[in-house]
């Protein structure tokens, strides 16, 4: 046996299968021979030709393009209406891939393509897509053609880069209007910092001698309604006028904003009525108009008007009429417009309707059917979560308001800028500093922080949670201050008493590029008023008037508050009579500086001579009057004062009201008085 294993063993060959095999089959045996397997066994049997049927595999739709027909076997003109199809979808990635394939082959392609795809990356807002698109259009040698060089105008304007947009159109040979319109509709989205530019543009657009239409009119007055240029609307208008422009809707719409946003309601109200046939848009620029001014009631009135006319309601006009009875707490007209909701089943399934619902029921204090609007709502979404956490919010409901960011997580929906910028001051309220960190770190994390109304939450929540050092790393750590920065920072300081602080912040604030708008210049003189400052007070006065500040009621009223604190009653009297229009903001402070340099007389002759001169006090005057009442003695004017606050001005008294009748009453000894007020306190406000 081992001599048999150790000789070299030969096998017999094999006999060669028959030939009655099918041709198929001896191809088949011939590969397996040929390749790394080893037939052993006997020729393979014979299997039948006709294989038997099977059951056709169900079709999908992954089956179609690119994977049932290859690309390379379509014709050119299949292929660019595959582009454009994925270019409507918004499926830029898809349709970049064709493109780049077609480029590699040598296909050229044609406008319309290069068209549907502009639009598709004006829509995504996709600077990245667009640049690619516009290498593609360079390689077709298209960059000459006219209408797509004002398409990428449009696209890149759209996009937010103006200076690529301004490139393409410098490069351009001849410019009609349209290309001029794009590079005018781009300056103005990007609002108040290119005002000076759209105007520049608009001007040499003229002076190059292309003829104006109703559309560059229109960005033009956008753009001045969004600066509130009131002086350059008004020559607008009469260039409109002048040249014979003022048949267009368009136009009289444009100018019907514009007005409202600088203020002017009569001037609005002038052009409305000029309108011989009014439509929707037009209505609703009024509406939105008269909210924007805080006439609640005339949105109202103009809705019912409409209504009455024939002309039914869309949902931008219901969604606007929503806030306004939110503002105006007429709950009883929100039920009404919630049943022409449910009535109109299309507004039913708009996500930003339900949203407005919710937030108009929270504002009116109706929490029970707030929530049932959102619950209700088959589809929610971030901006409907934010919304019933604002309610939560306005009802003082801060613990489910804290609660409700994780519940909205839990059901798949990211927090975005407006819900972090709500949810942290509850963080400050509540002095929750671990949630508002974990908030902090979430917006590090999704890239919201460099927004600066996150920012500023984020200082402001920081600071009432004692951690004033964390408030200023994140305003070192700002890339681009503004404004609203700065006086956030002289704010936190204020919160935790640095005075001292806050007046260096202010100082390095007038090193830098900003200057002190009017919030600033009143949180400032509030600080100089508590270190009793009256040098440094008098140069922020000086600001003031510098400025023409004076007419801004909180200004004014600051300024009156802060001579009064640093012992200069007759500055304060002064500055107070110099206020062109009086509000009740600068009657109380002007009340308020005779009361803290003890001269408690003349502070309630004061007071008579706002109620005789028709003004109407607030809940903050009475406040300061009653402690003027109780620090001087005077009794019976105090009792006569709480009588009128509530019986006259409807008024309901607070806890410090009452505290003050109290204080006062015991003080003199007339202690019985002074515990009815107490069980009258505790039998109202509980």
Same mark, same amino acid.
């Given at each position: 046996?081992?001599?048999?294993?150790?000789?070299?063993?030969?096998?017999?060959?094999?006999?060669?299968?028959?030939?009655?095999?099918?041709?198929?089959?001896?191809?088949?045996?011939?590969?397996?021979?040929?390749?790394?397997?080893?037939?052993?066994?006997?020729?393979?049997?014979?299997?039948?030709?006709?294989?038997?049927?099977?059951?056709?595999?169900?079709?999908?739709?992954?089956?179609?393009?690119?994977?049932?027909?290859?690309?390379?076997?379509?014709?050119?003109?299949?292929?660019?209406?595959?582009?454009?199809?994925?270019?409507?979808?918004?499926?830029?990635?898809?349709?970049?891939?064709?493109?780049?394939?077609?480029?590699?082959?040598?296909?050229?392609?044609?406008?319309?393509?290069?068209?549907?795809?502009?639009?598709?990356?004006?829509?995504?807002?996709?600077?990245?897509?667009?640049?690619?698109?516009?290498?593609?259009?360079?390689?077709?040698?298209?960059?000459?053609?006219?209408?797509?060089?004002?398409?990428?105008?449009?696209?890149?304007?759209?996009?937010?880069?103006?200076?690529?947009?301004?490139?393409?159109?410098?490069?351009?040979?001849?410019? %009609? $209007?349209?290309?001029?319109?794009? &590079?005018?509709?781009?300056?103005?989205? @990007?609002?108040? /910092?290119?005002?000076? !530019? +759209?105007?520049?543009?608009?001007?040499?657009?003229?002076?190059?001698?292309?003829?104006?239409?109703?559309?560059?009119?229109?960005?033009?007055?956008?753009?001045?309604?969004?600066?509130?240029?009131?002086?350059?609307?008004?020559?607008?208008?009469?260039?409109?006028?002048?040249?014979?422009?003022?048949?267009?809707?368009?136009?009289?719409?444009?100018?019907?904003?514009?007005?409202?946003?600088?203020?002017?309601?009569?001037?609005?109200?002038?052009?409305?009525?000029?309108?011989?046939?009014?439509?929707?848009?037009?209505?609703?620029?009024?509406?939105?108009?008269?909210?924007?001014?805080?006439?609640?009631?005339?949105?109202?009135?103009?809705?019912?008007?409409?209504?009455?006319?024939?002309?039914?309601?869309? %949902? $931008?006009?219901?969604?606007?009429? &929503?806030?306004?009875?939110?503002?105006? @707490?007429?709950? /009883?007209?929100?039920? !009404? +417009?919630?049943?022409?909701?449910?009535?109109?089943?299309?507004?039913?399934?708009?996500?930003?309707?339900?949203?407005?619902?919710?937030?108009?029921?929270?504002?009116?204090?109706?929490?029970?059917?707030?929530?049932?609007?959102?619950?209700?709502?088959?589809?929610?979404?971030?901006?409907?979560?934010?919304?019933?956490?604002?309610?939560?919010?306005?009802?003082?409901?801060?613990?489910?308001?804290?609660?409700?960011?994780?519940?909205?997580?839990?059901?798949?929906?990211?927090?975005?800028?407006?819900?972090?910028?709500?949810?942290?001051?509850?963080?400050?309220?509540?002095?929750?500093?671990?949630?508002?960190?974990?908030?902090?770190?979430?917006?590090?994390?999704?890239?919201?922080?460099?927004?600066?109304?996150?920012?500023?939450?984020?200082?402001?929540?920081?600071?009432?949670?004692?951690? @004033?050092?964390?408030?200023?790393?994140?305003?070192?750590?700002?890339?681009?201050?503004?404004?609203?920065?700065?006086?956030?920072?002289?704010?936190?300081?204020?919160?935790?008493?640095?005075?001292?602080?806050?007046?260096?912040?202010?100082?390095?604030?007038?090193?830098?590029?900003?200057?002190?708008?009017?919030?600033?210049?009143?949180?400032?003189?509030?600080?100089?008023?508590?270190?009793?400052?009256?040098?440094?007070?008098?140069?922020?006065?000086?600001?003031?008037?510098?400025?023409?500040?004076?007419?801004?009621?909180?200004?004014?009223?600051?300024?009156?508050?802060?001579?009064?604190?640093?012992?200069?009653?007759?500055?304060?009297?002064?500055?107070?009579?110099?206020?062109?229009?009086?509000?009740?903001?600068?009657?109380?402070?002007?009340?308020?500086?005779?009361?803290?340099?003890?001269?408690?007389?003349?502070?309630?002759?004061?007071?008579?001579?706002?109620?005789?001169?028709?003004?109407?006090?607030?809940?903050?005057?009475?406040?300061?009057?009653?402690?003027?009442?109780?620090?001087?003695?005077?009794?019976?004017?105090?009792?006569?004062?709480?009588?009128?606050?509530?019986?006259?001005?409807?008024?309901?008294?607070?806890?410090?009201?009452?505290?003050?009748?109290?204080?006062?009453?015991?003080?003199?000894?007339?202690?019985?008085?002074?515990?009815?007020?107490?069980?009258?306190?505790?039998?109202?406000?509980?």
């Amino acid at each position: 046996m081992d001599a048999l294993s150790s000789c070299n063993f030969t096998s017999k060959p094999q006999p060669k299968p028959p030939n009655f095999l099918h041709p198929l089959h001896q191809t088949l045996i011939k590969t397996l021979e040929n390749d790394s397997f080893r037939i052993n066994s006997s020729p393979a049997p014979i299997y039948p030709l006709a294989s038997p049927k099977k059951k056709p595999k169900k079709f999908h739709e992954k089956d179609t393009f690119p994977n049932s027909i290859p690309i390379h076997r379509k014709n050119p003109h299949a292929i660019y209406r595959d582009i454009q199809k994925f270019a409507i979808e918004n499926k830029l990635k898809e349709a970049l891939a064709i493109l780049d394939y077609l480029d590699h082959r040598g296909i050229p392609t044609n406008v319309t393509t290069f068209s549907s795809l502009i639009s598709a990356c004006t829509r995504a807002k996709s600077i990245e897509a667009a640049r690619q698109v516009h290498a593609h259009i360079r390689i077709n040698g298209l960059v000459e053609n006219e209408f797509l060089q004002t398409k990428l105008v449009n696209m890149y304007a759209g996009c937010g880069s103006i200076e690529d947009a301004k490139k393409v159109f410098d490069d351009m040979s001849a410019r %009609s $209007v349209y290309p001029w319109n794009a &590079l005018l509709k781009g300056k103005v989205t @990007l609002g108040h /910092r290119n005002s000076g !530019e +759209v105007l520049g543009s608009f001007l040499e657009m003229q002076a190059s001698g292309v003829q104006l239409n109703v559309y560059s009119f229109s960005c033009l007055i956008k753009s001045l309604a969004g600066n509130r240029a009131l002086r350059q609307g008004l020559k607008t208008h009469g260039i409109l006028v002048k040249n014979g422009l003022m048949q267009s809707d368009i136009l009289k719409t444009s100018l019907i904003d514009m007005y409202f946003k600088c203020g002017k309601v009569k001037l609005a109200h002038a052009v409305f009525e000029d309108l011989e046939e009014r439509d929707v848009v037009v209505w609703g620029a009024m509406i939105a108009g008269f909210a924007h001014n805080r006439l609640q009631w005339e949105a109202l009135e103009y809705t019912r008007w409409m209504v009455r006319e024939g002309i039914r309601v869309n %949902s $931008v006009i219901v969604t606007s009429i &929503l806030s306004v009875i939110g503002e105006v @707490l007429a709950r /009883r007209i929100g039920q !009404e +417009v919630h049943a022409y909701v449910i009535k109109t089943k299309a507004y039913s399934e708009h996500s930003f309707v339900q949203s407005a619902l919710v937030d108009m029921y929270c504002k009116c204090g109706d929490m029970i059917s707030g929530r049932k609007v959102f619950y209700g709502t088959a589809v929610r979404n971030t901006i409907s979560w934010t919304a019933l956490l604002s309610g939560y919010v306005a009802n003082g409901r801060l613990e489910q308001a804290l609660r409700s960011i994780v519940w909205m997580q839990q059901e798949g929906f990211k927090p975005d800028i407006v819900t972090v910028a709500t949810v942290l001051p509850v963080c400050g309220k509540l002095r929750a500093s671990k949630q508002g960190k974990e908030i902090h770190a979430y917006s590090v994390k999704n890239g919201i922080l460099p927004y600066v109304s996150v920012s500023t939450s984020l200082m402001m929540m920081y600071s009432k949670c004692g951690a @004033l050092d964390y408030s200023s790393r994140v305003f070192d750590n700002m890339e681009r201050k503004n404004v609203i920065a700065w006086t956030a920072m002289i704010e936190c300081y204020m919160e935790s008493r640095c005075l001292n602080e806050a007046l260096g912040v202010f100082r390095l604030m007038q090193l830098s590029k900003h200057r002190a708008d009017s919030v600033t210049i009143a949180r400032i003189s509030s600080v100089c008023g508590q270190l009793k400052n009256e040098k440094l007070g008098r140069e922020i006065h000086g600001q003031v008037l510098k400025k023409d500040l004076t007419s801004i009621p909180f200004v004014s009223a600051e300024i009156v508050r802060m001579y009064g604190n640093c012992g200069a009653v007759s500055k304060a009297k002064l500055v107070f009579d110099a206020v062109p229009v009086k509000g009740s903001m600068t009657w109380t402070a002007v009340i308020e500086a005779y009361g803290c340099n003890s001269e408690y007389a003349e502070a309630i002759r004061i007071f008579k001579k706002m109620m005789s001169d028709d003004f109407s006090p607030n809940q903050f005057t009475f406040k300061v009057v009653l402690r003027i009442c109780e620090q001087g003695g005077f009794a019976e004017d105090a009792l006569r004062f709480f009588s009128l606050m509530s019986r006259k001005y409807r008024i309901k008294a607070s806890e410090e009201h009452y505290g003050s009748i109290v204080d006062l009453l015991t003080r003199l000894g007339r202690t019985e008085e002074a515990e009815r007020f107490v069980q009258l306190r505790s039998s109202l406000l509980d």
